[in-house]
């Protein structure tokens, strides 16, 4: 079993920069894809970002492609997702996510493992 903490969530404003963290701890996750998903009040889980075990392949939802970047160090066992201009349709509580396995992927139903999430609040 894995398990994955979220940090680095708070409060900023609109067109500020904020990173949050994920640290991976139980079973290894060698070789895994990791991701990152949102969800807002009253709305469904959507994907975010992904990226493979080399973090050569990586991938973004459209709406973040461009202003987030998805990284991890696997020495630490750690996933960062840079957010940058950030708006206000992006508050919502991010939940990292461990895959089933390499393939970087957007669909939900390919990740196994979720951390419990952390509240990025964005004030415009």
């Known amino acids: 079993q894995a398990q994955l903490i979220e940090s680095g969530g708070g409060l900023v404003q609109a067109g500020g920069s904020l990173r949050v963290s994920c640290a991976a701890s139980?079973?290894?996750?060698?070789?895994?894809?990791m991701g990152w998903f949102r969800q807002a009040p009253g709305k469904e889980r959507e994907f975010v970002a992904a990226i493979n075990w080399s973090g050569g392949s990586t991938a973004y939802a459209n709406s973040v492609s461009g202003r987030f970047t998805i990284s991890r160090d696997n020495v630490k066992n750690t996933v960062y997702l840079q957010m940058g201009s950030l708006k206000a349709e992006d508050t919502a509580i991010y939940y990292c996510?461990?895959?089933?396995?390499?393939?970087?992927?957007?669909?939900?139903?390919?990740?196994?493992?979720w951390g419990q999430g952390t509240q990025v609040t964005v004030s415009s």
């Open positions: 139980g079973r290894t996750l060698s070789g895994l894809a």
């Open positions: 996510a461990a895959g089933r396995g390499v393939r970087v992927t957007g669909d939900l139903a390919d990740y196994a493992y």
